[in-house]
């Protein structure tokens, strides 16, 4: 099996990676919402565009392919962060099975 031809050098999008935790709601108690777990070097690459109409306006979901250096604990579920935009981890995968990189497919829905 050849291997794939990624560059840690592409990786030149600073990232949050976020997990689904419990956060304070401002009156005390905790609300499900989203907890930083790191700040990560990604390649972040569009795949594919939809459109559709919903409520008083056309909402755009686009999929992205982001490459990060492998870690441990990215897994389906957690989100990408960059500034307003949110990139939804749909599924997790080592790109060429050699422990370097993983490539997460993800979702993001704007408008």
Known sequence: MALLDIDAGRLTARLVLERPGAVEDGQGGAATGFVELARVWA???P???AEEEK?????????HHVTV???GDLVAGQ???KGAR?????AVRDPDETGRFQLALCREVTG
């Open 47 to 49: 795949r594919s565009f």
């Open 86 to 90: 949110v990139f939804d981890i749909l």
């Open 55 to 63: 409520g008083p306006g056309l909402v755009a979901t686009v999929t």
């Open 79 to 81: 989100r990408f962060r």
């Open 69 to 71: 250096r492998a870690r």
């Open 43 to 45: 390649l972040v690459e």
